[in-house]
């Protein structure tokens, strides 16, 4: 069985990202949409099987995007989109605003869900008392992708461990390819105090050092973040409690 069966099986829910597209002049209007949602979405959402949900856009590749990630404890994983935004009429004023990537166009949702790569556990939840979410994005090389895939489906117990270490938990990575490229997003939660301290320590940890000769000559950052670094961040545009 693989990583990925594995986890939905032990789970009990399926670790969720939906892509669309920004209707060209709708970014600001979207913005603002996600930034007033109606006191009753997450008890709606709840109700459809959607937990731990949050929204976020970037620029990329000439147009701007949305992603929107969540756990879903529904029976049919294939109903994701359709579960979001039957949830709450809200989601009408959000869905005017966007249009679908292409693997939607023709179909009843503009949302796409993306490809599932992998999932660190990273810190123990027991510890947490506050909680940073957040999402990055990075592109894959074409060539590159069987060797990253492979690597993330063993991933080694040490780079786990000082994740854990460094205050980061669920870090669940998706892939979707838009045009000629592969895009890869990066969900996760950071539970530590001291956010700067600890990405240092990760930075000098031996183990973490060596998966990163491995991992990072698979990616080709986005153009904004040459010279610093392969991961870009992402605008927050909603996160429920």
């Known amino acids: 069985m693989s990583p990925y069966e594995l986890e939905i099986r032990q789970m009990g829910f399926f670790r969720t990202a939906l892509i669309a597209g920004v209707r060209p002049g709708q970014s600001d209007n979207l913005k603002t949409i996600m930034a007033t949602p109606p006191a009753d979405l997450k008890q709606c959402l709840n109700a459809t099987g959607i937990r731990q949900f949050s929204a976020y856009a970037k620029r990329f590749s ?12 529904g029976q049919d994983r294939e109903a994701t989109a359709q579960a979001l935004e039957c ?7 959000v869905t005017a605003c966007l249009e679908p990537h292409p ?5 009843s949702s503009k949302w796409t869900r993306m490809e599932w ?16 979410r957040g999402m990055v994005v990075t592109r894959l090389h074409p060539d590159k992708e069987l060797w990253y895939r492979t690597l ?10 000082q994740m854990a270490r460094s205050n980061i938990r669920h870090w669940t990575t998706f892939l ?42 698979c990616l080709n950052p986005l153009p904004e973040m040459a010279g610093k670094g392969s991961w870009a961040g992402m605008t927050q545009l909603l996160q429920l409690p």
Request: hydrophobic share 35%; charged share 20%.
């Open 62 to 73: 000439e147009s701007d995007w949305c992603i929107v990630y969540f756990d879903y404890s």
């Open 87 to 93: 949830s709450s009429p809200w989601w009408n004023q």
């Open 103 to 107: 693997r939607a166009i023709g179909k």
């Open 117 to 132: 790569i992998n999932h660190v556990h990273g810190a123990d939840m027991k510890i947490a008392t506050t909680v940073e």
């Open 152 to 161: 993330h489906q063993t991933n080694w117990p040490g780079v786990g461990d």
């Open 176 to 217: 979707i390819e838009v045009g000629p490229e592969l895009y890869m997003f990066s969900y996760n939660e950071y539970i530590g105090s001291d956010r700067e301290g600890d990405m240092k320590a990760m930075q000098a940890d031996p183990v973490t050092q060596r998966w990163w000769t491995h991992t990072e000559p």
